[in-house]
């Protein structure tokens, strides 16, 4: 069992900078990919970031490229997704998930585990 919590989201004004992370319980974490989703009103949920088990592969979505970045610490067992240049139309919740496997997907389906969420809110 591995519980999430995410924290660092809040309102921001376009290009701005948010930092947000996800701390994660047990002892494995180490033995799970991570994943950034976003789920803005209406829409899907969809995938942001993605960073492997051993964090030496990254995903990004288009939208994200250049922008976000995705990092682990399994020390301390955490996931942060660093968050500049934002726009309005990142507003959304973002999720924190974990995928028990060295290797990250892009389903939602494929994650065995979410946070809360945290609220990030850009104004133009």
């Known amino acids: 069992q591995v519980q999430l919590v995410e924290s660092g989201g809040g309102l921001v004004q376009a290009g701005g900078s948010l930092r947000l992370s996800c701390a994660a319980s047990?002892?494995?974490?180490?033995?799970?990919?991570m994943g950034w989703f976003r789920q803005a009103p209406g829409k899907e949920r969809d995938v942001v970031a993605a960073?492997?088990?051993?964090?030496?592969?990254?995903y990004y979505a288009d939208s994200a490229k250049g922008r976000f970045t995705i990092s682990r610490d399994n020390a301390k067992n955490t996931v942060i997704l660093q968050l500049n240049s934002l726009k309005p139309e990142d507003t959304a919740v973002y999720y924190c998930?974990?995928?028990?496997?060295?290797?990250?997907?892009?389903?939602?389906?494929?994650?065995?585990?979410w946070g809360q969420g945290t609220q990030v809110t850009v104004s133009s």
């Open positions: 998930a974990a995928r028990y496997s060295s290797t990250w997907s892009l389903s939602k389906y494929e994650y065995d585990y």
């Open positions: 047990g002892r494995t974490f180490s033995r799970y990919a």
């Open positions: 960073i492997s088990s051993s964090g030496l592969t990254r």
